[in-house]
């Protein structure tokens, strides 16, 4: 019996953790019965979907707006290309107002809801009676209460006209910038609450026809193109499967612009490509390259195969070199896409300007940059509407991303790094 449950005990410690060595000389990888059990069977997200129903949003539910056939495009192929397991629906001002549930076997319950999108609707179904809930508009209020119920089998999506408004008689100038601390706070949250949190920003445009209301609560009557913006929250893993199934052209209206951010991750996979030079592992775990000699194109060439599926930004974001700090700057870089890899996504190809080998420690990062339509974006002044602009809308993305970088020392922030030494 003794024997037995020593046995017992052997086979089951070897179940919890399982070791595996590359024949490439990589680190090993550990893993365990949940790593195991979760690359077998991804388990569905389920999305919940609010959108803000204030009073400066009548404007976009006015008859049929690009605003309706968008929303309903993005959430239709987020139900039918199996991103979640439900479609939870809602109004959201100060308080949240439950509007249905799309499941596989009542897809017409968003048909419905999306049909029914028009100011009467909002007040009707959005209000309680003799509260004035729809009178103030708090982008930070209205992002904490949907993180507040986000978690890692959570993915929570607002959308909003992003305007910041106090409410009358409250001058926005005096609040707009304690908007950047509020959502630095709530963003940090996210972050304590999900491993891996990340989040997409979707700038989005579409006609409207209503009452825009200043910083001062002032009602103007307006018609035409106003923007309007969806956040969406939750892990990398669930906003890259997201973004995989919906791409931007499954929208009804393409998005004018979009900022992507995910937490840093410290162990990003690469290896240096065989076909240049010699290489091999150090005590560090760094790579060496030895032996770089000429092509037949007279370069000396260098490239580096790395795994950047953890890091969520745009496709075009990480094949611009713009984007990557390196420090050896003899040499040019260029980013190729690698498709159907199991192990790495991109290739990083480095070229000697001057056809000379250069050696020495080569660090690679990259940057984890604000988005420049961030302030091409902003209303400074908050009076009448301005085209393809919305009253404070940089002091949010300043807040999200401070929020991503905090702990950050350098001024430039960077999404990781990895080394190579040439000699």
């Known amino acids: 019996?003794?024997?037995?449950?020593?046995?017992?005990?052997?086979?089951?410690?070897?179940?919890?953790?399982?070791?595996?060595?590359?024949?490439?000389?990589?680190?090993?990888?550990?893993?365990?019965?949940?790593?195991?059990?979760?690359?077998?069977?991804?388990?569905?997200?389920?999305?919940?979907?609010?959108?803000?129903?204030?009073?400066?949003?009548?404007?976009?539910?006015?008859?049929?707006?690009?605003?309706?056939?968008?929303?309903?495009?993005?959430?239709?192929?987020?139900?039918?290309?199996?991103?979640?397991?439900?479609?939870?629906?809602?109004?959201?001002?100060?308080?949240?107002?439950?509007?249905?549930?799309?499941?596989?076997?009542?897809?017409?319950?968003?048909?419905?809801?999306?049909?029914?999108?028009?100011?009467?609707?909002?007040?009707?179904?959005?209000?309680?009676?003799?509260?004035?809930?729809r009178g103030t508009s708090d982008i930070d209020d209205l992002l904490r209460s949907i993180i507040s119920t986000t978690d890692e089998n959570v993915i929570s999506i607002l959308i909003t006209d992003g305007i910041f408004s106090p409410g009358k008689g409250r001058d926005a100038n005096e609040y707009v910038a304690a908007q950047k601390i509020g959502l630095m706070g709530t963003f940090s949250t996210l972050m304590n609450k999900i491993k891996n949190a990340a989040v997409i920003l979707y700038k989005m445009e579409s006609q409207f026809e209503g009452i825009y209301y200043d910083k001062t609560d002032t009602k103007i009557p307006y018609r035409g193109l106003r923007p309007y913006y969806i956040w969406v929250v939750g892990s990398t893993e669930n906003l890259t499967e997201l973004l995989n199934k919906v791409p931007k052209n499954k929208f009804n209206t393409e998005p004018e612009e979009i900022f992507m951010i995910s937490e840093v991750t410290n162990q990003t996979r690469y290896i240096v490509d065989d076909n240049y030079g010699v290489h091999k592992k150090n005590k560090g775990n760094k790579?060496?390259?030895?032996?770089?000699?000429?092509?037949?194109?007279?370069?000396?060439r260098f490239a580096v195969k790395v795994d950047l599926s953890g890091v969520l930004v745009d496709d075009s974001y990480l094949l611009n070199p713009d984007n990557?700090?390196?420090?050896?700057?003899?040499?040019?870089?260029?980013?190729?896409?690698?498709?159907?890899?199991?192990?790495?996504?991109?290739?990083?190809?480095?070229?000697?300007?001057?056809?000379?080998?250069?050696?020495?420690?080569?660090?690679?990062?990259?940057?984890?940059?604000?988005?420049?339509?961030?302030?091409?974006?902003?209303?400074?002044?908050?009076?009448?509407?301005?085209?393809?602009?919305?009253?404070?809308?940089?002091?949010?993305?300043?807040?999200?991303?401070?929020?991503?970088?905090?702990?950050?020392?350098?001024?430039?922030?960077?999404?990781?790094?990895?080394?190579?030494?040439?000699?």
């Open 287 to 300: 790579y060496v390259v030895e032996g770089l000699t000429k092509d037949k194109s007279g370069k000396v």
């Open 324 to 423: 990557y700090f390196y420090n050896l700057n003899n040499y040019s870089l260029e980013i190729q896409k690698l498709d159907n890899n199991p192990k790495y996504t991109h290739k990083l190809k480095f070229a000697s300007k001057d056809g000379k080998p250069h050696p020495g420690v080569m660090s690679i990062k990259l940057k984890m940059e604000e988005p420049k339509w961030a302030e091409s974006s902003n209303d400074n002044y908050g009076g009448s509407p301005l085209e393809g602009k919305t009253y404070g809308l940089k002091y949010q993305i300043d807040g999200l991303y401070e929020a991503f970088t905090k702990d950050m020392k350098d001024v430039q922030k960077y999404y990781n790094e990895i080394i190579i030494k040439i000699q």
């Open 1 to 133: 019996m003794c024997i037995l449950c020593i046995i017992c005990c052997t086979d089951r410690g070897n179940a919890t953790s399982r070791r595996i060595r590359s024949n490439s000389g990589e680190p090993e990888q550990v893993l365990n019965d949940d790593t195991l059990l979760k690359n077998k069977e991804r388990v569905k997200p389920i999305v919940n979907v609010y959108i803000e129903n204030s009073a400066s949003m009548d404007g976009y539910v006015q008859g049929t707006a690009d605003f309706k056939t968008t929303v309903y495009s993005f959430l239709q192929y987020i139900k039918i290309q199996n991103v979640c397991d439900s479609l939870n629906l809602f109004y959201l001002n100060s308080r949240i107002f439950p509007q249905g549930t799309v499941t596989d076997d009542n897809l017409e319950v968003l048909k419905y809801f999306v049909e029914r999108l028009d100011p009467n609707s909002f007040r009707l179904k959005g209000t309680v009676p003799g509260e004035n809930s």
